[in-house]
């Protein structure tokens, strides 16, 4: 038998059919809950969706809450909050089953993703524009702290203090200002992406660099800088349901 010329799909259950179609708004972002019961769509017009599919049909639509297009969603554990990032620099948390929300956070920059902690729905990470770091979070009190991004295996200490500086520099607020991603420091511009652990003990920073900065989420220091194959750009970061791989 040649085996070259078997299809690979052949004895793969694939889906054959359409069998939703969400009409609700021209979704940007979507995510699960843990149980899979409900989706979370987050719109170019900055509403968020809620589809129950055990219904077939919406249950929420969030019209509130963002003035422009919505860049992320993410669940918590639990499933009873849900956090939002925007284009117009802002995070939002959600109560799900009340569908109001709870606490806005304003920001420096237009928010790239947020990603809420797995057991605490009061932190969560946002990954920024502008060439600005990963900021953690919390809702309670609204504070924001900056993190460090190392963009080499042995970052200098000029770097570290520039990443935990809580206001930006003149150079950034003109390149906020402008719209624009250009150099600062005689680095370039800095692209970052994060992420918590599965038990939310580290943060994961990824950056255009090619490297992966490992935090610890309480004191916010730099524990390990790991440097990917190629030094190719880190657009995104997703830990496996187990935390055993990135």
Request: aromatic share 6%.
């Given at each position: ?50 589809w129950d ?61 947020a990603r ?84 939310g003990d ?45």
């Amino acid at each position: 038998m040649n085996t070259g010329l078997l299809d690979p799909f052949q004895n793969t259950d694939m889906p054959e059919i359409i069998e939703e179609f969400l009409d609700d708004g021209v979704a940007k972002c979507i995510a699960f809950n843990r149980r899979g019961s409900l989706l979370a769509a987050g719109c170019a017009d900055g509403s968020i969706v809620i589809w129950d599919f055990d219904t077939r049909g919406t249950s929420r639509i969030w019209r509130n809450g963002h003035r422009d297009a919505v860049t992320s969603v993410s669940w918590t554990k639990d499933g009873h909050y849900l956090v939002s990032s925007s284009m117009d620099s802002t995070v939002v948390q959600w109560k799900v089953l009340e569908g109001e929300a709870v606490c806005t956070v304003k920001l420096s920059a237009p928010a790239v993703s947020a990603r809420v902690h797995p057991y605490d729905a009061d932190v969560c990470v946002v990954s920024l524009a502008n060439s600005l770091p990963p900021h953690l979070i919390r809702f309670s009190s609204k504070r924001q702290h900056p993190l460090p991004v190392a963009t080499s295996l042995e970052p200098s200490p000029d770097t570290l203090q520039q990443a935990n500086s809580a206001e930006p520099t003149t150079s950034d607020k003109a390149e906020k200002e402008k719209g624009t991603r250009s150099s600062r420091s005689g680095t370039g511009s800095l692209l970052a992406v994060a992420t918590f652990s599965r038990r939310g003990d580290l943060v994961y920073v990824g950056s255009n660099k090619g490297t992966i900065t490992v935090i610890d989420t309480a004191s916010c220091a730099i524990l390990d800088v790991v440097k990917v194959a190629g030094g190719s750009a880190i657009k995104g970061l997703v830990c496996n349901r187990t935390g055993t791989h990135l």
